[in-house]
């Protein structure tokens, strides 16, 4: 009964995941490619830095699919942020920027609640701290909270690498897509301040 119980939580879980990354996708035509091009980047990532002596014992295989199925939720809390700023052409105004970076605060009390109590609460841990932590940046001048370094989640390191790349790849209603090089070289430059060394050595392993 008890594996019966808990296969049928991780279907009930999976379906919750599907079922929120869907709604994330209906928000603007952008949002399905970058849900899943950045989750093809963390899978890059967690596949390289493996391969690190440092993490080799942190990134486990059930750790690693945890990452990989929370981070398709990372922008979940975007739910919650008008169109009107969401999808705004131009420039954001300091008011409306004041608003956009609610969303990880709002995403990870939507994942919070949505996942509590089902299957696996590591799973829970991880989804909420990509969601809360993906914009904090290693000197601490990031959003929500301006953690620094190490007090941020790995996974969290993780996605912040991935989120930026492919934002800065992509064209949006706002800006157009910058080349690969010109992209790569903003990455470098954020080495150590905005991103963990370590994480960013390991994307531009697998890009370069």
């Known amino acids: 009964k008890q594996i019966w119980e808990s296969a049928q939580l991780q279907k009930i879980e999976s379906h919750m995941i599907i079922s929120l990354t869907d709604i994330i996708e209906g928000r603007d035509a952008y949002t399905g490619d970058h849900v899943r091009n950045t989750e093809d980047y963390v899978i890059q990532i967690l596949r390289q830095l493996r391969k690190n002596p440092k993490y080799e014992k942190i990134i486990t295989e059930p750790y690693v699919k945890r990452v990989v199925r929370s981070a398709p939720l990372h922008d979940l809390g975007k739910i919650r942020i008008p169109d009107a700023i969401l999808n705004k052409p131009g420039r954001l105004t300091p008011e409306e920027f004041a608003v956009m970076k609610t969303h990880p605060t709002y995403g990870a009390e939507l994942v919070e609640e949505v996942l509590f109590g089902l299957g696996d609460p590591e799973l829970t841990e991880v ?5 809360r932590d993906h914009h904090e940046r290693m000197d601490g001048k990031g959003y929500p ?11 969290a390191r993780i996605m912040a690498v991935a989120d ?17 090089e010109e992209a ?8 150590g301040t905005q991103f963990d060394p370590d994480v960013l050595d390991a994307f531009l392993e697998v890009v370069e």
């Open 127 to 131: 989804a909420v701290n990509i969601a």
């Open 145 to 155: 909270a301006g953690k620094k370094g190490e007090d941020i989640p790995l996974e």
């Open 164 to 180: 930026v790349y492919d934002a800065l790849v992509s064209e949006r209603v706002y800006k157009k897509a910058l080349p690969k």
């Open 184 to 191: 790569l070289r903003i990455m470098k430059e954020g080495r």
